[in-house]
């Protein structure tokens, strides 16, 4: 496969995961361990499998494409029949699965259907249910089956009778058990359903919609189709009305009461052998307080945190011990440590990622001592920490009655590789079907100037000193969601090689603001998400080219970036185009306004009280300024960053008769997966770079 081909291989393979185990979970005795994995690296439907860790074997426990039908289906109308159907395997198969107690029984959906499977036997059956399917739970004795049909939060046993609803929503925009669009999108969470341990009850979310902001996604492509209609919580605005419910078998109702006045948020929630829990967020997000649920619906007060500009969410928490021991966060000096009882038990330097789960006292989590680098770590029952990877990489895993599945993501191998670890027994490769890469990212890592930036720089397969200074290629993230300097391998470097390979410097670097490097480091950003941002990349270019003088062409400087990096680039050549040159901004959230609440307050505060901040973030007022070329490219079905942000730039240059370019691109969301849009929309960019750069 030639290499001029990486960007379809990009879209053929979801950027290396088709083929690749995911989800790994580990079952209570430790001797099995379940993932999902589709058959190759170009196959989209995914597989539910299970690894012996005796044996090494593994086994397929469940195939989409062999199922069928569903239960019932042979009794709906002939067009509904087929569409669900077609929807088993457009949803790529089995996209996640929920497993027992025990890791014996796990339930998924394929098309809206409900299934079973014993994975002990390694057998399969529909359950009938009363609704189509989304977010089924088992509950840990394995004997109900919790889910959202209809906006409802139903129960079905697994025998397929007694199928009821708990809770039925009031009006067309309110839904019981999912997650509304803040927390999936924001605060990492993405359920709104929890099983008591003895399943007999269920903490549930109601969420009321009806505040928020109704917007409108229509195709330009496809006039005869009616526009999509979204809740959408524009910073600023309304946010949904998230409640929460006890809600028992034997039908009580109990409303959780707490200041919703001054906690709109639920970040977190759960229940274990301690009882049901959830933490909540004032509107300012200074605020988080972690609270028990007692079985009245009152709540008492089991932690509180603080921070001057915003708590940080840590993924995973707050979460407690089989003891009882709340396990979460806190920001103290400039270390994200891990907190038992409110008490720090990571060192200073170590910053927190994640917390990936506890058995026991035991508390899985990963952390960061190197901004390049996460490693997986274990605090263990007698207090001490125990690191369980080692070297350069991305790791992270899970683990269970002794065993450990250990993922790590590393150059070469942008999905990762998978390996079972126990005493006493050898490791254990869970196979990996991904495509290789069709070419080899070869980054240099660098640490540039006073803030030791980490950088990576991408120069042309077999480039020589000789060869003269390269044009250059700014290709940054930069912003506070994730690190892209990295040792992890992932595919944004094999873009950047690719860009490389047609004759730049490819240079990213992670500046203020980007995560893993400290609390100070995160917050340094606050009420200013455009002006440090740049700042580092200027800085990051100008020590490069001190660093290796000779190598770039200051003279002829391109930046490209996809969302916020999007968003960074067009500000690059509206602000400094004495050192930026070109610009392609791709799905650039360009009007601040215009994105979600929780998100966007966290940086700017509320643009009623700090309408300044907004102003000086968003871009549409640079729009005179702009004097270098300019490629604005948008998805015109992006619900994330929606498409008025490219067109209001775009008008806002267009008032100001700065010339520019815009491509809108049909039916495209905010990551682009067709495989004709996705190779075409590259050699795109690169001609328009090499155009304005006057490269030939």
Not at 264 to 275: F, L, R
């Amino acid at each position: 496969m030639p290499t001029d081909s990486l960007p379809r291989q990009l879209a053929r393979t979801r950027r290396f995961t088709l083929g690749a185990p995911t989800q790994p979970s580990v079952t209570a005795d430790g001797a099995t361990v379940l993932f999902l994995r589709s058959r190759g690296g170009t196959d989209p439907l995914t597989c539910l499998w299970a690894l012996d860790t005796g044996t090494g074997e593994e086994r397929l426990i469940a195939d989409p494409a062999a199922l069928g039908a569903g239960e019932g289906d042979g009794e709906l109308p002939e067009a509904e029949r087929i569409r669900r159907e077609r929807a088993r395997v457009s949803a790529g198969g089995i996209t996640a699965y929920s497993t027992d107690a025990t890791g014996r029984l796990a339930v998924f959906t394929l098309g809206g259907a409900l299934w079973l499977a014993d994975c002990e036997r390694g057998t399969v059956r529909p359950v009938r249910t009363a609704a189509e399917v989304y977010d089924p739970r088992l509950d840990l004795a394995g004997r109900r089956i919790a889910y959202v049909g209809g906006g409802a939060l139903r129960v079905v046993t697994v025998d397929g009778t007694d199928d009821r609803a708990l809770a039925e929503p009031e009006a067309a925009d309110v839904a019981y058990g999912i997650a509304e669009h803040a927390a999936a999108e924001s605060m990492y969470r993405t359920r709104a359903h929890w099983w008591s341990p003895d399943g007999t009850a269920l903490l549930v979310a109601r969420v009321d919609n009806r505040p928020v902001s109704t917007l409108y996604l229509a195709d330009p492509a496809d006039p005869q189709q009616r526009p999509r209609t979204i809740r959408y919580p524009l910073a600023g605005t309304a946010n949904a009305e998230v409640t929460l419910r006890l809600l028992g078998l034997d039908g009580a109702r109990t409303e959780v009461r707490w200041d919703r006045t001054a906690f709109e948020y639920v970040t977190a929630a759960g229940w274990d052998a301690h009882g049901p829990y959830a933490a909540v967020q004032t509107r300012d997000q200074r605020t988080v307080r972690t609270l028990a649920i007692e079985p009245d619906g009152t709540t008492r007060l089991l932690a509180e945190r603080h921070d001057e500009h915003w708590v940080e969410l840590v993924p995973g928490l707050p979460v407690r011990t089989a003891a009882g021991a709340l396990v979460d966060a806190a920001d103290l000096g400039d270390t994200r440590h891990l907190t038992v009882d409110g008490k720090p038990v990571t060192p200073p330097g170590l910053q927190l990622a994640e917390v990936l789960g506890t058995e026991g006292e035991r508390i899985l989590f990963t952390a960061l001592d190197e901004p390049t680098e996460t490693q997986l770590w274990s605090r263990e029952p007698d207090g001490g920490l125990r690191k369980l990877s080692d070297g350069p990489g991305v790791h992270s895993g899970t683990g269970r009655a002794g065993t450990l599945v250990l993922t790590t993501r590393a150059e070469g191998h942008p999905a990762g590789r998978s390996t079972v670890l126990r005493a006493g027994h050898p490791a254990l490769p869970l196979t990996s079907h991904a495509q290789p890469p069709v070419l080899t990212a070869r980054p240099e890592l660098l640490r540039l100037g006073p803030r030791e930036l980490r950088a990576a720089l991408f120069l042309p397969t077999g480039h020589r000193p000789e060869d003269g200074p390269l044009p250059v290629l700014l290709a940054p993230y930069a912003g506070p969601a994730l690190r892209i300097v990295t040792t992890g391998g992932a595919w944004w470097g094999l873009v950047s090689q690719w860009y490389a390979d047609q004759g730049f410097a490819v240079l990213a670097v992670d500046g203020r603001g980007t995560p893993g490097r400290g609390p100070h480091w995160d917050k340094t950003i606050h009420g200013d998400k455009a002006g440090p941002a740049l700042e580092d990349q200027v800085e990051g270019l100008h020590a490069a080219a001190r660093l290796r003088p000779g190598l770039l062409d200051l003279d002829r400087v391109a930046i490209r970036g996809w969302s916020y990096g999007g968003y960074l680039a067009a500000l690059a050549v509206l602000r400094r185009p004495d050192v930026f040159h070109a610009a392609v901004a791709g799905a650039a959230p360009t009007d601040q306004r215009l994105y979600d609440t929780h998100w966007q307050e966290r940086f700017l505060g509320h643009p009623d009280e700090h309408p300044e901040r907004y102003d000086a973030c968003s871009l549409l007022a640079d729009a005179p300024k702009l004097r270098r070329p300019l490629l604005i490219v948008h998805g015109l079905a992006d619900d994330n960053v929606l498409p008025v942000h490219a067109l209001r730039l775009s008008g806002a240059l267009l008032a100001a008769g700065r010339p520019h370019e815009l491509l809108p691109l049909s039916n495209t969301a905010h990551d682009p997966r067709d495989e004709t849009v996705a190779e075409n929309l590259h050699h795109h960019e690169l001609a328009f770079l090499k155009r304005s750069l006057g490269l030939g």
